[in-house]
């Protein structure tokens, strides 16, 4: 037989099964292991470090909401204990909330309309209970989530992924090259722009040829280099949140007791934050996926399911305690990436920090010095680790046109987003909630093309030929095809087209087969069976590799050989008759 010795495909195990969440070999410490307590400590506050600038959204709300400073102050020291309590509530593993990751809670833009308008409208206590709603809606769509995966294919998971990426870089440069979006004007050469490019040479230095703890807390010691130098030049100051924060050196926050109360009209915006929220989460938790196990291949809907719970028990969690909604935060998963240290431990430290932090205003100010492009800069370098992650998942899919302009065109539409924004807003009003963000548009365009898309995909194909010399051509394409339209991983249909290759030569040279080949593959988002039905003698499937002398002296050697090698290269195999055919069924699991 030709290529009977041939290596088995990548990826493979002896007894035919695919290793499973297997730590990538670049990642030192996984999500479940434990870290030393000072590794953990200092990875935890460059975490804290990147945070804390976030306590600008509830400083905003606040003030809408006619807040005097001492108020304003209560309500930082509550932000920051509430960032602690959803960064602990997302890191822990449990059975019905919790993704088990390294993945921290900030405020999030997603709600800043909405929160305004509230406060404006009905004071602190109407911030309080449209978020508590928004939360209870996250919890909602997170039991919806596992309902809908046919809608939330890899490669739109990878495309969520990508998108935040973009994001997060996006409002790096801005920072550091001191553009406001909401007074655009001409970007200039400034020495803060300088800063900023300097730390970020920093971090990736130490990325790069940096070991150990230097390239571990690479992002850490960049922000403090960048702090030193921003403390002593006053180069990108941004002193009003530290001033607000910083006034008093120790003391207890007061609740503030204003109770909960609801607005109808303020239902559409909190809805939608609730929804674009789940969709970041949902990406950042499938990032978290990735970089924890080696051969990850889909989005596990369970953990999810369990993460996005998690962010809207973090949002109740953060009205309840006095201040407004927040989210998983990606910068946290690209740091994590990048330092190798991706365990809970760290989440663990970081929630514990934050909390002991709100009781130390003046150390909440120490954070908030940190000047805007050297945050700029971080964000910059972990944007990074999460969009080549993102494109990592699209890539790894085989991609026909339907999925092509899936991805092209909510790519597109969501670049113009912050491209164009007077375009944007010069839209209906009824239409603001749905292009409220890139993120959203690009994951709404993504949903309604991939849900009409596939009108008309069937999911069970057949093949019948004759063996001849053009047969591997044939097969090859007729996999690579429905492969492309299926969106299969290439490697899966790699070991497809290798198997039945094998199997075709084996049944042709040594099955006197009679007639054609019937193949037969049907697919869904977990599994790829192909059938292959013949006239012809029964090939075996032994789980032993028989020896160079049974193969030599026995007749059957040579189709044992073979089967024996398409029994290792497949998940799942098996040999029956059905009537007078002899049947061959493959399972892949995808």
């Known amino acids: 037989m030709t290529d009977a010795a041939r290596a088995l495909p990548a990826g493979r195990t002896a007894s035919g099964g695919e290793q499973r969440k297997q730590k990538p070999s ?32 509830p400083l905003l709300v606040g003030l809408a909401g006619g807040l005097k400073p001492d108020q304003l102050r209560d309500l930082l020291s509550l932000s920051v204990v509430a960032l602690g309590v959803g960064t602990l509530l997302q890191c822990f593993a449990g059975r019905y909330f919790g993704s088990g990751f390294l993945l921290t809670f900030v405020f999030t833009a997603a ?29 909602l769509l997170a039991q919806a989530i596992p309902r809908l995966r046919a809608f939330f294919p890899a490669e739109i998971a990878g495309l969520c992924v990508a998108e935040i990426g973009i994001i997060l870089g996006t409002l790096g440069m801005r920072l550091m090259l001191g553009i406001d979006p909401e007074h655009a004007g001409p970007a200039r050469l400034s020495h803060g722009t300088a800063l ?3 730390v970020l040479a920093l971090m990736i230095a130490l990325q790069v040829w940096g070991k150990g703890m230097l390239r571990m807390l690479s992002v850490f010691i960049g922000m403090i280099a960048g702090y030193l130098i921003s403390l002593g ?31 109808a009209e303020l239902i559409v915006p909190f809805v939608i934050g609730a929804l674009a929220c789940s969709l970041r989460a949902l990406g950042d938790i499938t990032i978290s996926q990735k970089i924890n196990d080696e051969h990850w291949v889909r989005p ?31 910068s ?16 663990y430290w970081v929630g514990g920090l934050l909390i002991a932090l709100s009781l130390m205003p003046a150390l909440v100010g120490f954070f908030m010095h940190i000047s805007r492009p050297v945050i700029g800069a971080a964000l910059v370098f972990t944007a990074c680790f999460v969009l080549i992650n993102g494109l990592q998942i699209i890539t790894s899919r085989l991609l026909d046109a339907r999925r092509i302009f899936v991805i092209g065109l909510s790519l597109t539409l969501s670049l113009s987003r912050d491209i164009f924004p007077e375009y944007y807003g010069t839209l209906p009003a009824m239409l603001h ?3 409220a963000s890139d993120l959203v548009v690009a994951l709404l365009v993504a949903m309604i093309l991939n849900a009409l898309f596939r009108i008309g995909i069937k999911r069970r194909q057949s093949l019948s030929l004759t063996p001849a010399a053009d047969t591997p051509e044939i097969v090859r394409g007729f996999f690579e095809q429905n492969g492309r339209v299926w969106g299969t991983r290439r490697d899966v249909i790699d070991r497809a087209i290798y198997g039945c290759d ?34 012809g003698d029964m090939l075996e499937f032994p789980a032993r590799r028989p020896t160079e002398q049974e193969i030599i002296e026995n007749s059957d050697g040579i189709r044992q050989l073979g089967g024996y090698l398409l029994h290792r290269n497949a998940d799942r195999v098996r040999a029956v008759r059905r009537g007078d055919r002899s049947v061959l069924e493959f399972h892949f699991s995808h």
Request: glycine residues 14%; hydrophobic residues 50%.
């Open 233 to 263: 030049t006053g180069i990108g100051a941004h002193r009003p949140l530290a001033e607000a924060a910083s006034t008093v050196v120790f003391g207890l926050p007061v609740w503030p007791g204003k109770g909960l109360s609801f607005q």
């Open 332 to 347: 946290s998963v690209g740091i994590a990436n990048a330092s190798g240290v991706a365990s809970r431990t760290v989440g």
């Open 26 to 57: 670049t990642l030192v410490y996984g999500a479940a292991e434990k870290v030393p307590a000072s590794l953990a400590f200092l990875n935890a506050l460059q975490h804290v470090a990147v945070m804390l600038p976030v306590l600008v959204f």
């Open 433 to 435: 909630p749905f292009v």
């Open 300 to 330: 596990d809907m369970t953990t999810i399911r369990k993460g996005v719970a998690a962010d809207g028990l973090g949002t109740i969690a953060a009205a309840l305690i006095g201040s407004v909604g927040g989210n998983t935060y990606s």
């Open 111 to 139: 709600y800043l309309p909405g929160s305004v308008e509230a406060a404006k409208s009905g004071g602190m206590a109407l911030v309080y209970g449209m978020t508590v709603f928004a939360g209870v809606v996250q919890l």
């Open 502 to 535: 094998q199997a075709i030569e084996v049944i042709a040279d040594y099955c006197e087969l009679q007639g054609p080949i019937g193949i037969e593959a049907a697919f869904d988002e977990y599994n790829l069976d192909i059938t292959l039905g013949y006239n």
């Open 196 to 198: 900023g490019l300097g």
